[in-house]
């Protein structure tokens, strides 16, 4: 697809956070700019990340800190789809909820009954407070046979110096420890978190173009979800590593700000 086609067939854009948006607490290039150029065109903005290590006013206060957040843009976390999974899937359920206690306070405000002693049903989602305890409590529900949900797979999270163990790397250990993969895995490259969010914007899957760095989370969310696709190069891809890939973008650009 041009430039051109995107724009005119996207009415929400779906915007990843790190290497697409900002680096650190650093917007790229003139984002700020083009971020106000996409909103005057009419287009809605949604801000995607798969990081369930925080709630929604957490991402919010830091996008508007850095000035990238206006007030009708959206945020949504893989945290937030699974939020709406289990109240579509499992409602009413007790929940064992493994996440930060922002996350925790998140969910139990969506009506979600978190329940650490009786649950019917768990859910892994980042939790970068995690304890020995906890593991060793989820282990134990697992082997149990109970539901088991995680919020995104991604093996690692960058950071300024590299990378942090993310939710695959907890998933591999549990696999080990209790013979137990997830039946469901809510956020990128996958449906749930595709769902939820055009139900909750009410916007038809055609309409929504996804931007994000990332070929085998973002690009094949897309592609899993019927979304349109444009990959920037602003951050983890080079130009190597798609030659080298099956996944087809719609559009390849050096960074967002290249789209108008
Ligand atoms: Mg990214």
Same mark, same amino acid.
């Given at each position: 697809?041009?430039?051109?086609?995107?724009?005119?067939?996207?009415?929400?854009?779906?915007?990843?956070?790190?290497?697409?948006?900002?680096?650190?607490?650093?917007?790229?290039?003139?984002?700020?700019?083009?971020?106000?150029?996409?909103?005057? %065109?009419?287009?809605?903005?949604?801000?995607?990340?798969?990081?369930?290590?925080?709630?929604?006013?957490?991402?919010?206060?830091?996008?508007?800190?850095?000035?990238?957040?206006?007030?009708?843009?959206?945020?949504?976390?893989?945290? %937030?789809?699974?939020?709406?999974?289990?109240?579509?899937?499992?409602?009413?359920?007790?929940?064992?909820?493994?996440?930060?206690?922002?996350?925790?306070?998140?969910?139990?405000?969506?009506?979600?009954?978190?329940?650490?002693?009786?649950?019917?049903?768990?859910?892994?989602?980042?939790?970068?407070?995690?304890?020995?305890?906890?593991?060793?409590?989820?282990?134990?529900?697992?082997?149990?046979?109970?539901?088991?949900?995680?919020?995104?797979?991604?093996?690692?999270?960058?950071?300024?110096?590299?990378? %942090?163990?993310?939710?695959?790397?907890?998933?591999?250990?549990?696999?080990?420890?209790?013979?137990?993969?997830?039946?469901?895995?809510?956020?990128?490259?996958?449906?749930?978190?595709?769902?939820?969010?055009?139900?909750?914007?009410?916007?038809?899957?055609?309409?929504?173009? %996804?931007?994000?760095?990332?070929?085998?989370?973002?690009?094949?969310?897309?592609?899993?979800?019927?979304?349109?696709?444009?990959?920037?190069?602003?951050?983890?891809?080079?130009?190597?590593?798609?030659?080298?890939?099956?996944?087809?973008?719609?559009?390849?650009?050096?960074?967002?700000?290249?789209?108008?």
């Amino acid at each position: 697809m041009t430039k051109e086609e995107v724009l005119q067939t996207t009415a929400l854009f779906l915007l990843d956070l790190d290497g697409t948006v900002y680096i650190e607490d650093n917007p790229i290039g003139r984002m700020k700019e083009t971020l106000a150029r996409l909103r005057a %065109m009419g287009k809605r903005l949604v801000f995607l990340t798969n990081n369930s290590s925080k709630a929604e006013w957490e991402y919010r206060e830091k996008l508007a800190r850095i000035g990238l957040l206006e007030g009708a843009d959206g945020v949504y976390t893989s945290g %937030m789809a699974a939020a709406e999974y289990l109240k579509e899937h499992f409602a009413g359920r007790r929940v064992f909820l493994v996440a930060t206690r922002a996350v925790r306070e998140e969910f139990a405000r969506a009506g979600i009954a978190l329940d650490d002693a009786d649950p019917e049903v768990c859910l892994l989602a980042y939790d970068t407070e995690l304890t020995f305890a906890t593991i060793k409590k989820l282990d134990g529900f697992l082997r149990r046979g109970l539901p088991f949900l995680a919020t995104h797979p991604d093996d690692v999270c960058p950071t300024a110096d590299g990378s %942090m163990p993310d939710v695959g790397s907890f998933l591999a250990m549990f696999e080990r420890s209790s013979r137990r993969t997830p039946d469901l895995i809510v956020g990128k490259p996958y449906t749930a978190m595709g769902d939820a969010l055009t139900a909750r914007f009410c916007v038809p899957h055609a309409q929504v173009c %996804m931007v994000g760095d990332r070929l085998y989370t973002d690009i094949r969310f897309a592609a899993n979800n019927g979304f349109s696709s444009i990959l920037v190069l602003s951050g983890e891809t080079t130009r190597a590593m798609l030659d080298a890939s099956s996944e087809r973008p719609d559009l390849v650009l050096p960074s967002l700000n290249d789209l108008v």
